[in-house]
């Protein structure tokens, strides 16, 4: 059951699309990076207090979009995965074996759930319901129900329901083996339906990010009362807000434009088309000024980067370019993180293929942590949580900087979490794939009789 010594080596041990494990280590470090600002500045007294003005000076509030932003990333590349595998198995799809497809996919989650669970119950946590996260629907309950161990389960619910529906749609608009066009122009009209959607239902008198992070913390606008009461008994600390904003400004937005399926999805379409980019990669290895436009695209997609990281004036943002800009943010920020993969595994043949950008994300050094992102991304929440409040004399913002505060924090958060994943991917999660799939194997062995 336990093979320690194999289950060691293999987070070392480097796939095919070794370049993958650097975009996903690199986007994990960025989420755990803005999570800990958001807790750190929970104690900056708030807006327009001078040391809250020097918050919106500080780089962590400049990189809060960008960093933010990365959970596209995840997306995108959970999306080109599903249907590279889709594509490699599609002869063998069958309904008969979808509603055992949907428990693997499950199975996958579940270890990593139980360990924030049994984290919870150790450090412990202001009450909050929880069959929502097992059950895979907390990107559909209200934040006023939420813990902030749980909040980064959302998205896993949200990446749980994309593997129930979208094989159902490429099974649907998948035209040939030979010829993508039509299944091209489907993904391609899913993607603009998102930004259609997005415009459509985005109000921006009562969805503005803009003023609302420029004025309040995160977590006093996501976070009930009844857990703040429990922050300041628990840890004895106190906070730079003294209540939180009820009912939340941010609850409209959080519902429809942030957590719901249908205003997420494009990234996993984005990563869809990529997997079909890629399989016909070798036969478009002649594209006119192919050379030049990868320069273009990368230097594209340095200054988008560049921008999302000047916060504009919250006050200076029309509603037409704030509908647009927020409409189409995600999907420009998927589009550049899968040209990025694309030039990094596409054939070294293809005019976009670039070798520095393939050997930097490959390197050794973001194996483990890709290997270990799914359970550090879990459990980080509460980790840096506890870390912060119980050290609250030390990781003070009003006292040092924070950017500093936050780096060093992350370096611990890093330390901690990975130390945990690395004992729970040995003697848990490795071991109960091991026993699932020969209880899946005998399964499908006596419906083959």
Request: hydrophobic content about 50%; some cysteine.
């Amino acid at each position: 059951m336990w093979q320690l010594k194999e289950d060691i080596y293999s987070l070392f041990q480097s796939e095919k699309y070794a370049p993958i494990n650097g975009m996903r280590s690199i986007s994990c470090l960025t989420v755990v990076l803005i999570h800990i600002g958001n807790i750190l500045n929970t104690f900056t007294p708030s807006y327009p207090h001078m040391q809250w003005m020097t918050y919106l000076n500080s780089y962590t509030y400049k990189f809060i979009t960008l960093s933010a932003l990365s959970l596209e990333t995840f997306f995108m590349l959970s999306g080109f995965l599903l249907t590279l595998k889709f594509i490699q198995h599609r002869d063998s799809f069958s309904w008969k074996e979808y509603p055992l497809y949907i428990m693997r996919r499950a199975c996958r989650f579940w270890p990593g759930i139980f360990l924030i669970t049994i984290i919870m119950l150790i450090l412990g946590e202001s009450q909050g319901s929880w069959r929502y996260f097992w059950l895979f629907y907390q990107n559909y309950v209200g934040t006023e129900q939420w813990s902030w161990g749980f909040v980064a389960l959302w998205s896993v619910s949200l990446d749980m329901q994309i593997h129930i529906i979208l094989p159902i749609i490429l099974h649907l608009v998948i035209s040939s083996k030979s010829n993508y066009q039509k299944t091209y122009l489907a993904l391609y009209i899913l993607v603009i339906l998102s930004i259609v959607y997005s415009m459509l239902i985005f109000n921006p008198k009562t969805m503005n990010l803009l003023v609302l992070l420029y004025q309040n913390n995160v977590l006093e606008l996501l976070m009930p009362q009844r857990f703040f009461d429990w922050v300041t008994i628990e840890y004895n600390v106190t906070l730079g807000f003294e209540k939180v904003l009820d009912p939340s400004p941010v609850k409209p937005y959080m519902e429809l434009m942030y957590m719901s399926l249908l205003s997420r999805y494009s990234s996993f379409i984005i990563g869809s088309i990529l997997a079909f980019n890629l399989i016909n990669a070798k036969n478009n290895t002649m594209i006119r000024y192919g050379t030049i436009k990868k320069y273009i695209y990368l230097t594209l997609i340095f200054l988008y980067m560049i921008i999302l990281t000047i916060p504009p004036n919250p006050n200076a943002v029309s509603d037409v370019v704030l509908t647009i800009m927020v409409s189409i943010m995600r999907q420009i920020f998927a589009i550049a993180q899968a040209f990025i993969l694309f030039s990094a595994i596409c054939p070294a043949t293809h005019p976009y293929y670039s070798p520095w950008i393939r050997s930097f994300l490959s390197h050794p050094i973001w194996t483990p942590i890709a290997k270990l992102s799914y359970l550090v991304y879990v459990i980080h929440c509460r980790i840096a949580f506890e870390l912060i409040m119980t050290h609250s004399h030390i990781f003070d913002p009003t006292r040092y900087s924070i950017d500093i505060l936050t780096i060093v924090c992350l370096i611990l958060v890093l330390i901690i979490c990975l130390i945990i994943s690395v004992i729970w991917f040995i003697f848990v999660e490795k071991p109960f794939q091991r026993l699932l799939n020969k209880q899946l194997s005998s399964h499908e062995k006596f419906h083959a009789i």
